[in-house]
Nanobody, 121 residues
Framework: QVQLVESGGGWVQAGGSLRLSCAAT????????MAWYRQAPGKLRELVAS???????NYADSVKGRLTISRDNAKNTVYLQMNSLEPEDTAVYYC???????????????WGQGTQVTVSS
């Protein structure tokens, strides 16, 4: 079994900062890409940022310059540093990881349980 455990969400005023963490645990051979998604009320889940094993990153246009994704491969952990937060960033944030398990060579996507981020104006 694989679990992705998120932490770091909460409430913050506009202009403030939060840092999200997501640790992958369990039967893991290799973690490929890791990413953060978010889903606001009444909206579809959207990609916020992604990062490959070698550190290449990709961001949604709406967060470029404000949010930074990073990872610690030794800890199987991905982070999302969120600065200059705006009310429009309010959403449940989910981490995602593409993982190869020891006995199964096909990569599989796993999701965290989600963490609420609320930005007040």
């Amino acid at each position: 079994q694989v679990q992705l455990v998120e932490s770091g969400g909460g409430w913050v005023q506009a202009g403030g900062s939060l840092r999200l963490s997501c640790a992958a645990t369990g039967s893991i051979h290799t973690i490929n890409a890791m990413a953060w998604y978010r889903q606001a009320p009444g909206k579809l889940r959207e990609l916020v940022a992604s990062i490959t094993t070698d550190g290449s990153t990709n961001y949604a246009d709406s967060v470029k310059g404000r949010l930074t994704i990073s990872r610690d491969n030794a800890k199987n952990t991905v982070y999302l540093q969120m600065n200059s937060l705006e009310p429009e960033d309010t959403a449940v944030y989910y981490c995602n990881a593409v993982i190869i398990q020891p006995w199964y060579s096909v990569p599989k996507g796993f999701w965290g349980q989600g963490t609420q981020v609320t930005v007040s104006s």
